[in-house]
């Protein structure tokens, strides 16, 4: 049990495209915010739930953090993790990714590394909602969302990261389905089928 790190579900805000929450929607009969706690309490003694909608997630029983700033992305919901997070930092995973593996969250906690951030890339993209922000990241993040950029990809531009490439993780996630975002009623259907349930 991992605890220098707590684990993370990012929940964020509002989702336009969804007529439910997406960490609401169900994969094989449970809620996806359900599969990824079960997954990081694997990992973590500590887990938190970034989201401005506590009361839909309440259920859960999972201490739950609220964005220190106005709600302007993900990048926010991290800054706040880490701010409210014991030992050295977060390891994340969006509300939206349903299939993240358990050997690639081992995998990462394995990584030795001096860098702030550990993150994987997988199809020539650095996926930023899935890894570990340390606590030597905050000023980085805060200097970011004080300045107005508050992409992702920007950020991690701009920081020191410790990549993890597709190559490295192909005897765990060959074809990248831990990366799977569910961000329309096309991609549930896509990758879950049927029409969007969360009852």
Known sequence: MNSSLTGVVLAGGSNRRFPVLKGLMKVQGERIVERNIRLLRGFFRDILISTNYPEKYFYTGEMMIGDLYPSIGPMVGIFSALLNAEGDGIFVIACDMPFVKRGLVEYLLEIESDKPVVLCSFNNRIHPLLGIYKKDAISYIEESIRGGVTEMMKLIDDIKVEVVSA?????????????VNINTPEDYEKFIGGSICSD
């Not at 190559?167 to 831990?178: L, P, T, V």
Request: glycine fraction near 16%; avoid cysteine.
């Open 167 to 179: 190559e490295d993780i192909k005897g765990i996630d060959s074809d990248g389905r831990s990366f």
